[in-house]
């Protein structure tokens, strides 16, 4: 597959190293080259995150790019986009991974535009056709109804951005050996444009529902305030987070940072138990890649129950109580 050269993966740093979305890229564009030619890149950009950099080998890279400047955290959308411009046309990369996260879904097509690239977004799959020597996306379309497969133009770097939680992680393997390259000085800033004003931290209801690996969700059908009780009491007895769909964030019985969806988060955790949620297409397209989705509802017609792997037909106000109870009682 001599026409494809190098991968750069544009890192993200969580509370404890690197993000597990990282983690992931790093996985499949492990994955990729054991096909393609050329080398996994990881470039790593903010204040001392040289001591990142053995992680990153460890997860997959071949070569780890730092840039050390505190100054990144402040316009780290311009910064990144000078970053990655420059660091893609001087290695000849031909696929550029980020996350569908925050960062991401600013950067990549500021990248794409900079370096004349093709783009696909929020990408589930990756995989190389080494007949047509190419790099394959698929990603969901018409609210996760179909997939489409995308590739690039031959010659033409891709810019991907990967949902979260859709690949899995290449295994850890302290033994890796790989080169810790420092940037800091070649790297040449551009003009910025953009500038933090202020930084604002969302308050969150208990476990962080975008790596949560169980979420509890209510919808419209909870009525109020007071039924969220109820799947607050079941998120914490199952040690998961709390999501909704957007009718209980239109109400004001939540906050918007809980909304799960085509306009709210998408989740892919282990167990996504949806109570009282009809199943609109828009919310589905958020929760398409849980492991296993299990449906309350007492409408047996509702649409959740055929996207759902466990269903329950049951008013959620009986249903409930009698599981916390259970709950309770198996964790005494
Ligand atoms: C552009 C756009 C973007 C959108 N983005 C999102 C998004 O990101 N996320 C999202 O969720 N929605 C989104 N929506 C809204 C979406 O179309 C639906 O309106 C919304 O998802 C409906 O929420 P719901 O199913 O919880 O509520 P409802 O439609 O009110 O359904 C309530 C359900 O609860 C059941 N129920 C009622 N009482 C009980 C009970 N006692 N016990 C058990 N079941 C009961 C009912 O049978 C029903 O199925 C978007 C819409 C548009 C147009």
Same mark, same amino acid.
């Given at each position: 597959?001599?026409?494809?050269?190098?991968?750069?993966?544009?890192?993200?740093?969580?509370?404890?190293?690197?993000?597990?979305?990282?983690?992931?890229?790093?996985?499949?564009?492990?994955?990729?080259?054991?096909?393609?030619?050329?080398?996994?890149?990881?470039?790593?950009?903010?204040?001392?995150?040289?001591?990142? $950099?053995?992680?990153?080998?460890?997860?997959?890279? +071949?070569? @780890?790019?730092?840039?050390? *400047? &505190?100054?990144?955290? #402040? /316009?780290?959308?311009?910064?990144?986009?000078?970053?990655?411009?420059?660091?893609?046309?001087?290695?000849?990369?031909?696929?550029?991974?980020?996350?569908?996260?925050?960062?991401?879904?600013?950067?990549?097509?500021?990248?794409? $535009?900079?370096?004349?690239?093709?783009?696909?977004? +929020?990408? @589930?799959?990756?995989?190389? *056709? &080494?007949?047509?020597? #190419? /790099?394959?996306?698929?990603?969901?379309?018409?609210?996760?109804?179909?997939?489409?497969?995308?590739?690039?133009?031959?010659?033409?770097?891709?810019?991907?951005?990967?949902?979260?939680?859709?690949?899995?992680?290449?295994?850890?393997?302290?033994?890796?050996?790989?080169?810790?390259? +420092?940037?800091?000085?070649?790297?040449?800033?551009?003009?910025?444009?953009?500038?933090?004003?202020?930084?604002?931290?969302?308050?969150?209801?208990?476990?962080?529902?975008?790596?949560?690996?169980?979420?509890?969700?209510?919808?419209?059908?909870?009525?109020?305030?007071?039924?969220?009780?109820?799947?607050?009491?079941?998120?914490?007895?199952?040690?998961?987070?709390?999501?909704?769909?957007?009718?209980?964030?239109?109400?004001?019985?939540?906050?918007?940072?809980?909304?799960?969806?085509?306009?709210?988060?998408?989740?892919?955790?282990?167990?996504?138990?949806?109570?009282?949620?009809?199943?609109?297409?828009?919310?589905?397209?958020?929760?398409?890649?849980?492991?296993?989705?299990?449906?309350?509802?007492?409408?047996?017609?509702?649409?959740?129950?055929?996207?759902?792997?466990?269903?329950?037909?049951?008013?959620?106000?009986?249903?409930?109580?009698?599981?916390?109870?259970?709950?309770?009682?198996?964790?005494?």
């Amino acid at each position: 597959m001599a026409d494809l050269k190098g991968i750069l993966v544009v890192g993200e740093l969580g509370k404890e190293g690197l993000a597990s979305i990282t983690r992931e890229l790093l996985g499949v564009a492990r994955e990729l080259l054991d096909v393609a030619e050329g080398e996994v890149n990881l470039m790593l950009i903010g204040e001392d995150v040289s001591s990142y $950099a053995e992680e990153g080998i460890a997860f997959g890279a +071949d070569k @780890v790019y730092v840039v050390n *400047d &505190v100054s990144a955290q #402040e /316009f780290p959308c311009d910064f990144y986009t000078h970053a990655v411009d420059q660091f893609c046309r001087k290695a000849g990369i031909s696929l550029c991974l980020m996350g569908h996260t925050d960062l991401g879904r600013e950067l990549a097509p500021r990248a794409a $535009a900079r370096l004349r690239g093709c783009i696909c977004m +929020d990408c @589930v799959e990756i995989r190389s *056709d &080494v007949k047509e020597k #190419e /790099f394959v996306q698929l990603r969901p379309v018409f609210g996760g109804k179909a997939m489409a497969e995308t590739a690039s133009q031959r010659g033409v770097i891709q810019i991907v951005t990967v949902r979260h939680k859709s690949m899995s992680g290449f295994v850890h393997r302290s033994d890796r050996r790989g080169d810790i390259i +420092d940037w800091s000085d070649q790297l040449q800033k551009g003009p910025v444009r953009t500038r933090l004003i202020e930084r604002k931290t969302e308050e969150q209801e208990g476990v962080n529902i975008e790596n949560a690996p169980i979420i509890v969700a209510g919808g419209g059908g909870i009525g109020g305030k007071e039924g969220f009780e109820l799947i607050r009491e079941l998120g914490r007895l199952l040690k998961g987070a709390v999501g909704a769909s957007r009718v209980p964030v239109d109400e004001g019985w939540v906050h918007h940072n809980i909304e799960i969806g085509q306009t709210g988060k998408i989740v892919s955790p282990d167990i996504y138990v949806a109570v009282a949620i009809s199943g609109a297409t828009q919310h589905i397209t958020g929760i398409l890649g849980s492991k296993c989705i299990v449906a309350v509802n007492k409408d047996p017609d509702a649409n959740i129950f055929k996207v759902s792997d466990v269903g329950v037909v049951a008013d959620y106000k009986e249903l409930l109580p009698y599981v916390i109870e259970h709950l309770r009682g198996a964790s005494k």
